[in-house]
């Protein structure tokens, strides 16, 4: 399933045409990077394989939750309208 888009760009200051663009390509390119890792180590079904699915489970919601963060700094730290 690709990455959710809920803000695909942000128009900043119309009349100068300044445009902030929140395409999703880096997260759909880090989901599947963890999917076929995560799908690898499923399959392996061992006890190190187990361990690595908990920490890289933590290190995907990390990533995700930094994207939007930086994302919604962005939007906040923009001068002037924002129109979404």
């Known amino acids: 399933m ?29 989901q599947r990077r963890y999917l076929h890792n995560r799908k690898g180590a499923q399959a392996k079904g061992t006890s190190s394989s187990r361990r690595r699915l908990k920490r890289q489970g933590g290190k995907e919601q990390r990533f995700s939750r930094d994207l ?17």
């Not at 939007?68 to 979404?84: R, Y």
Request: charged share 25%.
């Open 2 to 30: 690709p990455y959710p888009h809920r803000v695909s760009s942000v128009e900043r200051n119309a009349p100068r045409g300044k445009w902030l663009d929140f395409s999703g390509k880096k997260a759909n390119a880090g």
């Open 68 to 84: 939007n963060h930086c994302a919604s700094k962005q939007i906040v730290l923009g001068e002037g309208d924002v129109f979404v």
